[in-house]
């Protein structure tokens, strides 16, 4: 096969679908040849050690399509409704670990955004910031949580109820955005 395929990784991610998406993170993460050399060939044959064609090595095609899926789990523009999407794919252990988790400076057709995660006494602490401008439909936290239902959520001090099991909707920027789940 050739590892372009990996870009199915964003798709799955843009489908709401990031349990099939670190499925796909893992095989090719773990299909990369030479084993140790972190790059993908153009080329992947089941036989490794089969003398077949396996194009260029690094094959930097596949790696810049990696690149943007990984990305998309971070943060992906929705052009279809004007909308920036956050944290759609993130491992849950990341953001529950004792630390959580943060990105900073990441471009976007917006401006560059940062945000950080810390769960801290049974809710999540989500920070908002950066140079964003705006889209028209806001910003929407996906799949967080494991796609639970919040009992409640906060955004710059104030209760907010537009939101799902699979999606919070924020429409100001900087925005700190405060989950609370059912124990």
Known sequence: YTPYENRLIGSF???????????????????????????????VWKD?????????????????????SIRSMFVYE???????????????????SPTGMSIENLPTYNGEISYS??????????????DVVLPKNGMKIKNFN????PARVIVNGKEIIDFSEN???????????VIYYQN
């Open 13 to 43: 991610i843009h489908l709401d679908q990031p349990e099939r998406a670190h499925e796909l993170i893992k095989f090719f993460l773990n299909d990369q040849r030479p084993q140790g050399w972190n790059h993908w060939a153009e080329v």
């Open 78 to 96: 929705n052009e279809y409704d004007s909308s920036l999407v956050l944290a759609s794919a993130l491992y849950q252990d990341w953001v529950d």
């Open 48 to 68: 490794y050690r089969a003398a077949k064609y396996i194009g260029d090595m690094p094959h930097t095609w596949v790696g810049s399509d990696f690149i943007n």
């Open 167 to 177: 999606e919070i909707t924020v429409k100001e920027f900087p925005a700190t955005v």
């Open 146 to 149: 494991g796609s639970k239902l």
């Open 117 to 130: 995660i810390k769960k801290a006494n049974g809710k999540y602490i989500f920070s908002i910031y950066g």
